[in-house]
Structure formats: C-alpha cells, structure tokens
C-alpha cells in the first residue's frame, strides 16, 4: 500500500477553524529541517519542525523563569509555540537554497495569513508571528536566541552521532547571540 504525502490540512477537513488550524500545524510534524537533512542526517533520525518548535518552546520558557524575568511569559510561550507557522506552506527555506531574505518573509507571510485565516484572532496570531520576524520585543529576541541555542543544542546532538562537523553553525551563530546572559549559554554548548 503507498502511502500519500498530503498535506494534513488538505486532507482532513474539519469544519471548526480552531480543529483546520491544529490540522495544518500537524503539517509541522512531518515537515523535516532541511538544514540537517542537507548536511547528512538520515530522515529517520531527522529532528521535524513540530519537534525543534517544541524545543524552542521549552527552552524560551526556562529562559523567561529564570534569567529573564522582566520578560510577559505568556507571550515568550505564545512565539515560540507560532513561530514556524510560516513553513507550513512555504517549506523549511534555508540560506543556501539561494532564496533572498524579502522573498523568504514574502513566502512564509503568505502562509502564516493562510493558516490562520478564519481564526477568530488570526490577526493577533499573525501579529505574533510578525513581531518574532521582525525582532520587534524582548521577547520576540528571547524566542529568537532560543531558537538558535536549541539549533546549536541539536548540531551538537548530531556530532556526537558522526553526521557532521557543526563547526560553521557556532561560528555563524556567534555575533548573533548578543545577550550577556546567554553567552555562557552559548559558551557552554560550544564545549560540549
């Protein structure tokens, strides 16, 4: 029997926009990151984009309770939980797929407007989204460090399973971690 490769959302069909939404995220779990895959990481060990944004999730909690209390957790949680919305449609683009940053954002709009349209707050979703893209609040910058620790966390899961020397991923990453509570953080990972 083969299996379809169908997109969640256009296979199940609810009638509730809050189920179509849930339907179109569960697109996330079979959604894998490019990055790893392009670097040799077999798709069975693959992390999906449900299971990074779960992570990063995670992760910018920890960092909003116990470094950065200042930070509305709420909303800390809130991003990180949509932050990926944008791939749903548009696919996990990475720098090397040659696509520019403008046509990048101009991609994964179009598919965050398309998820949650027919939301009852879609545009607060939508803003949501659209303050993490544009690093706009403390915490969409929280979200958005977490986001690259939780990448540097998984490469280094990766080297010590042989796939890849992750060394240009720090170096990348190094100006962009630009929080002094987070550089031993970000220190740390370097010597795992």
């Keep these: 029997m083969k ?50 944004s ?3 999730t995670l992760l910018a909690m920890f960092l909003a309770e116990n470094l950065f209390p200042e930070a509305d957790l709420l909303k800390v949680v809130r991003i990180a939980l949509i ?6 449609h548009a696919g996990d683009i990475t720098p090397v797929d040659g696509v520019s940053p403008e ?4 991609r994964e709009q179009e598919s965050v407007i398309r998820v949650f349209d027919g939301l009852g707050r879609a545009e ?21 460090q977490a986001d690259r620790l939780e990448m540097l966390l998984q490469a ?14 720090f170096r990348n990453t190094d100006p962009l971690i630009d929080s002094p509570r ?11």
């Design 3 to 52: 299996l379809k490769n169908i997109h969640p959302g256009e296979m199940l069909k609810p009638s509730s926009s809050i189920l179509m939404v849930l339907a179109e995220f569960n697109h996330l779990k079979n959604l894998y990151r490019q990055g790893w895959l392009k670097r040799h990481v077999r798709p069975e060990k693959c992390e999906s984009v449900a299971e990074h």
């Design 54 to 56: 779960f992570s990063v």
């Design 83 to 88: 932050h990926e919305a944008g791939e749903i």
């Design 103 to 106: 046509e990048k954002y101009r």
């Design 124 to 144: 607060e979703y939508i803003d949501l989204w659209e303050e993490f893209e544009l690093n706009r609040s403390l915490e969409a910058k929280l979200v958005r």
């Design 156 to 169: 280094k899961y990766y080297e010590k399973l042989g796939y890849w020397d992750f060394a240009e991923f």
């Design 182 to 192: 987070l550089r031993p953080l970000f220190e740390e990972l370097k010597m795992l």
